[in-house]
Each structure stands twice: as structure tokens, then as C-alpha cells.
């Protein structure tokens, strides 16, 4: 299983960035896949979950009606579009996979929203 994020950067406060996880090594369109950030000194926090046909999707609270969470099969791709990015967004962000009762993380992509 390998996991490799991309597309995170600066921005600035109200601004937007698209993250990307590019995902192989098993059957991608079977499994639900998942953001998760990690800001300094904080533990790691789900944002968001899409299953594996991309029906369904849960995200945190905290970002609901600002982030969006998609996948593409046919491309084993999935996203994170953020909108509205706000300080308190900045963090690690970092996809996520469990398969067979194994959890499996990306290397992480650095957000910082800072004017």
C-alpha cells in the first residue's frame, strides 16, 4: 500500500487549496478512504471519510460546509477541497487507508493558512 499526498502550501486566511492523494498497492475502489491533520502539538484528527463507492461522506465539525471530500476510482485518486481556509486549519494533512485491520498513512503534505 503505498499512500502520497500532495498540494498543500501557504495561503492566506479566506483562501482555498485542493489536496490530492494519489493511492496503490490494493483494490482502491473497495475501501473507504480518509484526511486526517495533525497541527503542532495537537493529536492527529479525522476531517474527513468517503467510502469506497463515494456515496457516502462524513467530515469534522469543524470544517463542515468548507471542505469537501471526493474520489476518483478509475483514477485511484482522492481529495480534499478547502475553502475558506482559516488559521486554526493549518497542520499536516495526511490520507489514510485501513485494510485488513492495518492503518496506512501517506508522508503528509504541510498547510499553513497565515496572511
Known amino acids: 500500500v503505498r499512500l502520497v499526498e500532495s498540494g498543500g502550501g501557504l495561503v492566506q486566511p479566506g483562501g482555498s487549496l485542493r489536496l490530492s492523494c494519489a493511492a496503490s498497492?490494493?483494490?482502491?475502489?473497495?475501501?473507504?478512504m480518509s484526511w486526517f491533520r495533525q497541527a503542532p502539538g495537537k493529536e492527529r484528527e479525522s476531517v474527513a471519510r468517503?467510502?469506497?463507492?463515494?456515496?457516502?461522506?462524513t467530515t469534522l465539525n469543524a470544517v463542515k460546509g468548507r471542505f469537501t471530500i471526493s474520489r476518483d476510482n478509475a483514477k485511484n485518486m482522492v481529495y480534499l477541497q478547502m475553502n475558506s481556509l482559516k488559521p486554526e486549519d493549518t497542520a499536516v494533512y495526511y490520507c489514510n487507508v485501513v485494510r485488513w485491520g492495518s492503518t496506512y498513512w501517506g508522508q503528509g503534505t504541510q498547510v499553513t493558512v497565515s496572511s
Open positions: 468517503i467510502t469506497g463507492a463515494g456515496d457516502t461522506t
Open positions: 498497492g490494493f483494490t482502491f475502489s473497495r475501501y473507504s
